[in-house]
């Protein structure tokens, strides 16, 4: 392992991985701007051309099980939006809010436990505005609540396999089961949650000094006015998501599960159009949490989620067209790409070579060792962005750790699932979210907010810090 292919194959790999890098990194530079998914497939064509990886090889490369759980995600996720789940969260975060120091306590908490259930994109995408409204109608600068959603929303998708892509390469890759990596990473999810919620009111404690709104009623109906019509759609899941703001006539009236409900199925007839929602939107609920149970269970998840939401597409008894509209099939394709090119990448066994020099001083059962590895996947992850990190470093990091131990291979994985997440919050551009969340608060329709880089960067740079290395020692503590 690490012996480096021959030169040409090492130069044109190289720099096929270069070409998609900088694509996935900056999407519209001047020269080649074509965006991240065309950068991620040009990647992979240019790993066959220059015959770095051949045509079967790269087909065996795409991981089917990971495509079909994003894929089968991001249809259950329509699904819950439309039931109002996201909607019932926001109405959460104004329930009886004591403050500003309270409302940011909430936006902390319920952000990071609804990101480990239902991916931190998702969350990131409808409760941007929610977050914004409630800060406005309180007399509060948006810029705290906003650093408390996206970074709170990458620390709590780091204790699930379904949290954020990585995670679920990590799952897949290591074969370790939900239950194990969520209790395994739940401790440091816990005290980074709490730890970085403490240093956002520490940083901003004057600026959190407004009064309660005294209209919450008239606010909670405008808040389920944003998550009813003027939400921007986001293909989640991955950086390479396309942003893009609905048309007068693309709003939820195309949503997987319509206030106007029409079938002609006879049961469906006879029932009110009251119990006819109650119905469809129940059986949104219990078949998530049917699915969330099965995770537990041990069940394969990328069935599973498929299971679950075709169940969802069946029961609601229309053509499907609207639902699998919302799939970002970019990203699937983004990940088609990156899984080639990486893959051609790892056949030039420059990152093995690399590996090699670095892992004598990243072996896991010392302080040191793990201080080097942290700080590795730290940068690689800003610098070539978590997934293709997770995808290049996984399986060395795992040989060296089975070196040491079986119960060494496990807390790895779950170490790099860590570092790389939280690796997230450093800059705006070191996650999917927290490009989101800047985005959707440039483009709101009301109390828009520019939120830059380097007012970003101040806070999230010492956060990630701090609370990477709190969450170290406390990887792999509680175990199944």
Not at 201 to 209: A, G, I, Q, R
Not at 230 to 238: D, E, L, T
Not at 287 to 312: E, Q
Request: net charge neutral.
């Amino acid at each position: 392992m690490g012996q480096l292919a021959p030169l040409p194959k090492v130069v044109f790999g190289s720099a096929a991985f270069g070409v998609f890098w900088m694509l996935a990194v900056f999407p519209s530079v001047p020269f080649l701007p074509i965006g991240r998914t065309a950068g991620a497939l040009l990647g992979a064509v240019l790993m066959i051309v220059f015959h770095v990886i051949s045509p079967d090889d790269a087909y065996a490369s795409i991981d089917l099980p990971i495509l079909g759980l994003l894929f089968a995600t991001m249809v259950v996720g329509g699904y819950l939006k439309g039931a109002g789940m996201f909607k019932h969260l926001g109405a959460l975060l104004a329930w009886k809010s004591q403050g500003g120091r309270d409302l940011l306590c909430r936006v902390c908490v319920v952000t990071a436990l609804a990101s480990a259930l239902f991916t931190n994109d998702t969350c990131c995408v409808v409760l941007t505005e929610f977050v914004l409204e409630l800060a406005a109608e309180r007399g509060l600068p948006a810029k705290p609540f906003l650093l408390a959603l996206a970074t709170s929303a990458n620390i709590g998708s780091s204790a699930t396999p379904i949290g954020n892509p990585q995670n679920l390469v990590i799952a897949f890759n290591s074969k370790i089961t939900f239950l194990q990596f969520f209790f395994g990473v739940l401790p440091a999810m816990l005290a980074g949650m709490a730890v970085n919620t403490v240093m956002l009111l520490c940083m901003y404690w004057k600026d959190l000094d407004g009064a309660t709104s005294p209209g919450e009623v008239a606010a909670a109906k405008e808040m389920e006015a944003v998550e009813e019509g003027r939400v921007v759609v986001v293909a989640a899941r991955s950086p390479s998501s396309v942003l893009k703001s609905p048309g007068k006539d693309d709003d939820d009236a195309d949503s997987v599960m319509s206030e106007n409900i029409s079938t002609k199925h006879r049961w469906f007839m006879q029932c009110s159009d009251g119990r006819r929602k109650l119905f469809l939107k129940s059986f949104a609920y219990v078949v998530t949490v049917g699915m969330l149970v099965a995770y537990m269970m041990g069940l394969n998840m990328s069935w599973t989620a498929i299971t679950t939401a075709i169940a969802l597409v069946v029961v609601d008894f229309r053509d499907a067209e609207p639902c699998l509209d919302k799939v970002s099939y970019s990203l699937l394709v983004f990940f088609s790409g990156m899984f080639v090119t990486v893959s051609g990448f790892n056949k030039t066994g420059l990152p093995g070579a690399i590996w090699n020099i670095m892992a004598p001083y990243s072996k896991i059962n010392h302080v040191s060792g793990v201080t080097v590895l942290s700080v590795i996947i730290l940068l690689l992850s800003n610098l070539a962005s978590n997934v293709p990190t997770v995808l290049l470093m996984g399986d060395e990091v795992a040989a060296s750790a089975a070196t040491i131990s079986p119960s060494a291979v496990t807390r790895s994985w779950l170490l790099l699932a860590w570092v790389s997440t939280v690796a997230g919050n450093l800059s705006l551009l070191g996650s999917a979210a927290n490009l989101i969340v800047c985005e959707q608060a440039r483009r709101a329709p009301r109390n828009a907010h520019d939120l830059s880089f380097w007012s970003h960067v101040v806070f999230g740079a010492p956060s990630t810090l701090i609370v990477t290395a709190i969450g170290i020692p406390l990887i792999g503590k509680i175990s199944v």
